[in-house]
């Protein structure tokens, strides 16, 4: 695995939902990045990049990079 953990900044009563764009779970706190192809994507932890190219990759083409 090549990604990394990334802390977002954010006030405590900030309502942006953040999401994982692998499996779709929300991320309170921290996200894992890693290069999918065409850029970063944010996941929920290392597990779900291994998910990503084992699997959604394969199946379904790269996924446009995080925003």
């Known amino acids: ?3 990394h953990w990334v ?3 954010r006030h405590w009563r900030d ?3 953040v999401n994982c764009q692998v499996c779709g ?3 309170p ?3 894992w990045m890693f290069d999918g192809g065409r850029g970063e994507l944010r996941s929920c932890s290392p597990d ?3 998910i990503y190219f ?3 990759e394969p199946e379904h083409g790269p996924k ?3 925003k």
């Open 1 to 3: 695995m090549k990604g």
């Open 7 to 9: 802390e977002f900044d």
């Open 15 to 17: 309502t942006d939902v």
């Open 25 to 27: 779970r929300l991320i």
């Open 29 to 31: 706190s921290r996200a």
């Open 48 to 50: 779900c990049e291994e």
């Open 54 to 56: 084992s699997y959604v």
């Open 64 to 66: 446009e990079a995080a």
